[in-house]
């Protein structure tokens, strides 16, 4: 979805996923899916990177839990640290590891302005992972480039 500030992109994805309850009627997303929102609010400050994925993913052992988060760029020490200690990037992408290695894996993932103050490394590791994904994405984005690069061909412009 495309739009100017204010034209309910960021509104519309929340409801869907049921943290916005809808003006009228109701909304039911029949997939397990998972929402990036824009400020990264998935993960429990206090527990580590590797405890909140492995929360998510409850059947998977902790090895399979760490080589998974090495593949976002999360190795050794840095799996260990408490999710609230990490840098803007590292958080941005535990959370995308901890959405993406969920059991059962998001048929359909929201992503809510998921290029919005990205390092370069965050910005390859949402663009590969985007590129293994298979299931279905809503993506709000301004970011044409983004948007092209990870093929979306059919946009919804609100406003």
């Keep these: 979805m495309t739009g100017p ?3 309910g992109k960021s509104t519309l994805v929340h409801t869907l996923v049921g943290d916005v309850a809808p003006a009228s009627g109701s909304v039911r997303i029949g997939v397990p899916h998972g929402l990036l929102p824009q400020r990264y609010a998935v993960l429990d400050p206090s527990l580590s ?9 409850p059947e998977a052992d902790a090895n ?3 080589a998974r988060l090495a593949r976002f760029g999360i190795r050794g020490a840095a799996a260990d640290r408490p999710a609230g200690g990490l840098s803007g990037g590292e958080r941005f992408r535990a959370t995308l590891a901890a959405l ?8 359909l993932l929201l992503l809510d302005e998921p290029t ?6 965050s910005y390859d590791a949402l663009v590969a992972a985007l590129a293994a994904y298979r299931g279905a994405l809503i993506v709000v984005s301004h970011d044409e480039r983004f948007l092209d690069e990870i093929g979306v061909d059919r946009r919804l412009g609100l406003g």
């Excluded at 405890?51 to 998510?56: L, M, S, Y």
């Excluded at 993406?100 to 048929?107: C, D, F, S, V, W």
């Excluded at 919005?116 to 490394?121: H, T």
């Design 5 to 7: 500030n204010g034209s």
């Design 49 to 57: 990177v590797a405890r909140n994925v492995a929360d998510r993913a």
């Design 64 to 66: 399979t839990v760490r």
């Design 100 to 107: 993406l290695l969920a059991e059962p894996p998001p048929q």
């Design 116 to 121: 919005n103050n990205l390092d370069l490394a």
